[in-house]
């Protein structure tokens, strides 16, 4: 298993640029997540998906679209770039079994908006 | 929503100490409450869990403690090593399945 994938690890976008980012896991997990991580924040939900086609918003989710067509796949989507969300994003997956949510997470991507 | 609150924010301590992080949670319907840890430049990776239904669980050196009645929780080191240098995130996690995250702690071992 590849576990919780993310593509690219680096992004570097211009502001008002639009751009996707690509989050796939192969572990059957209903459950996906992304969150963004700046310094001092920890880590905080933009949006998530309890199955393919619902999704849900999360704490910060302006700025942010998500879908999710396949069970697999879960990806990000800015809309028009602002440097405010220079950050690193995670996605996550978890599994609802016996009662526990261990969040897997995907190796981040790095994204700078100048 | 959730609220998780985590205290400290910055932790050093000398190798062979303890270390405690301390978590408070708003949410009475949580139930669920992990320990992330995440190394420089990786991603978070679970350490340790505990559930609504139990107050202490250990695993060697770290083990979680939960008051449910005060809404606290927290993860203890013992004879910390450099290698446990990191930031340790808590979370609690209710109805969503999605969890809360605290703002993390970043422990520093000095050899």
């Known amino acids: 298993n590849a576990g919780v994938t993310q593509t690219p690890k680096f992004q570097v976008l211009k502001t008002g640029q639009s751009m996707t980012l690509q989050c796939a896991q192969d572990m059957n997990h209903e459950y996906m997540s992304w969150y963004r991580q700046d310094p001092g924040m920890g880590l905080r939900l933009i949006h998530y998906?309890?199955?393919?086609?619902?999704?849900d918003q999360g704490e910060v989710p302006n700025g942010y679209n998500v879908s999710r067509s396949t069970t697999e796949d879960f990806p990000l989507r800015l809309l028009s770039a602002a440097p405010s969300q220079t950050s690193v994003y995670f996605c996550?997956?978890?599994?609802?079994?016996?009662?526990?949510?261990?969040?897997?997470f995907g190796p981040g991507t790095r994204l700078t908006v100048t | 929503g959730e609220n998780v609150e985590q205290h400290p924010s910055t932790l050093s301590v000398q190798e062979g100490d303890s270390a405690v992080i301390k978590c408070t949670y708003s949410?009475?319907?949580?139930?669920?409450f992990p320990w992330y840890k995440q190394e420089l430049g990786k991603r978070p990776q679970l350490i340790i869990d505990?559930?609504?239904?139990?107050g202490e669980k250990k695993d060697q050196r770290i083990a979680v403690t939960l008051n449910k009645t005060a809404k606290h929780f927290s993860l203890h080191i013992t004879e910390t090593q450099p290698e446990d240098s990191a930031v340790y995130f808590c979370a609690a996690t209710g109805g969503s399945y999605i969890p809360t995250f605290g703002r993390g702690t970043s422990l520093i071992v000095h050899p």
């Open positions: 996550a997956s978890s599994l609802k079994a016996g009662g526990t949510y261990e969040q897997y």
């Open positions: 998906s309890v199955g393919a086609g619902i999704t």
């Open positions: 949410d009475s319907a949580s139930n669920y």
């Open positions: 505990i559930r609504s239904n139990v």
